[in-house]
């Protein structure tokens, strides 16, 4: 069975900080093993993602305009 509740970040924090430490350990070694920490980004090269919309068949318009908006963005910016 399954549960799935929607919480804010600040109820989670709130939850966890009612655990014991033992029970803490536990969360922070199961968000280890499951590698739910944070991870540099990895971005892959502007033309596998063009090549990629592409392949989906998107018009030559929105290709320009996407290549021209990443080259802008904060991610690929030089």
Not at 26 to 54: A, C, G, T
């Amino acid at each position: 069975m399954q549960v799935v509740v929607n919480l804010s970040i600040d109820d989670l924090i709130k939850t966890i900080s009612q655990l014991d430490l033992q029970d803490i350990e536990k969360v922070k070694q199961s968000l280890i093993e499951r590698e739910l920490y944070f991870k540099p980004f990895k971005k892959d090269k502007l033309e596998n993602i063009i090549q990629d919309f592409k392949e989906e068949g998107y018009s030559n318009d929105f290709l320009k305009d996407l290549e021209e908006g990443l080259k802008k963005s904060s991610v690929y910016e030089n």
